[in-house]
């Protein structure tokens, strides 16, 4: 039995792949043989299906509404007892869908043909000379299609019991080559990932920061509902992109409340407590700090968060209780480093 594949569709909703196959079966049958002598040399003739046997070969496809893999056709039928025929099929493969890396995804499918009604003695299928074939195959645009394997196996049979019969299995390998929802999905991740960096890089108690922080909410929030009716709800796996976005998402958010608050922090009047001011002060003091700071945290600045006898001539005329904007600015710095190391994980998880 040879399988030419013509065409080949997917459906996504059911993870189904539509084969649509020439079929080339060749089996013998001793009781329809003769001499050609005997009948003024004919060797061969053409013969119906339903006026001949023929192995009941079966889709074993419990998704596959048409059972019989042989409708009835003309076959060429020879003295011998050779029947070849060539019937025309279409074969629904259910399928094994990979959404990990989607919208690059991949799927297995694969169909079962036996006969059950037969027990191996009575058909057997010839190995080595049954298989599929994909010279004539139209390419689909959506999907690359090769052949997996092809294989042989025999299965207990649940009508004669002890006895089995034999089936051949051939699996189809789908992947999406290329897909616009590439450019649907893929750079919403990188303008977002933009997006969210940027409010934090904005000055902490700005209302830009504050107005941007909102709007990367939504467009995360967007963004998400877009992926999930966009994506199959068939498979077992979930896919990078889904997990990049939902985090992504619980970033945003964490960078709405961290503008909230830091906005709070600098409204604040009750003195820095002393476990924040000296480290704080460290910080902005050495040389890192002040070229981070562009001149805003100045050694100034920073004496107005310490209570030491040396920089007391530094703070003598300023208040120490409203001077949070160190704080918030620190606080900011180590926020936006500790989301740029979370992002790089998030893109390496995405990417693997």
């Known amino acids: 039995m040879i399988l030419r594949l013509v065409f080949a569709d997917y459906d996504e909703e059911r993870a189904e792949l539509e084969l649509h196959i020439r079929l080339h079966i060749i089996w013998t049958d001793s009781f329809l043989t003769w001499k050609p002598s005997d009948f003024d040399g004919i060797e061969s003739m053409r013969v119906k299906t339903s006026e001949i046997w023929k192995p009941e070969i079966y889709s074993l496809n419990p998704k596959d509404a048409e059972m ?69 195959y139209n390419s689909h645009p959506q ?127 009750r003195e820095v407590p002393a476990w924040v001011a000296r480290p704080v002060s460290a910080i902005l003091s050495s040389t890192p700090g002040q070229f981070f700071s562009m001149g805003l945290m100045e050694p100034r600045a920073a004496a107005l968060l310490t209570d030491d006898d040396d920089t007391s001539s530094l703070v003598d005329c300023e208040s120490k209780k409203t001077n949070w904007e160190s704080v918030v600015t620190v606080i900011g710095w180590i926020s936006f480093a500790s989301f740029i190391f979370v992002y790089v994980v998030m893109a390496a998880v995405l990417l693997r």
């Open 68 to 136: 019989s893999a042989i409708p009835d056709s003309f076959c060429a039928l020879n003295n011998d007892g050779k029947v070849s025929c060539r019937p025309a099929r279409v074969f629904v493969a259910p399928c094994e869908s990979n959404y990990t890396h989607w919208p690059y995804d991949t799927h297995r499918c694969t169909i079962k043909i036996g006969a059950p009604t037969y027990t191996s003695n009575e058909v057997s299928a010839g190995k080595g000379k049954s298989g599929i074939f994909v010279r004539h």
């Open 143 to 269: 999907w690359r299609i090769s052949i997996g394997d092809v294989r042989h196996s025999t299965t207990r049979s649940k009508i004669s019991k002890g006895n089995t019969f034999e089936n051949i299995g051939v699996s189809f390998l789908l992947n999406r080559p290329y897909t616009s929802l590439k450019g649907v999905m893929i750079s919403p991740a990188i303008i977002l990932t933009v997006v969210t960096l940027t409010a934090l890089w904005l000055r902490p108690g700005s209302t830009e920061r504050l107005v941007l922080s909102c709007l990367n909410l939504l467009g995360h929030l967007f963004t998400l509902r877009n992926v999930h009716f966009s994506m199959p709800d068939t498979g077992t796996t979930v896919p990078n992109i889904l997990i990049f976005y939902t985090n992504s998402l619980v970033l945003s958010t964490i960078a709405l409340v961290l503008t909230c608050w830091l906005q709070r922090l600098l409204e604040a009047e």
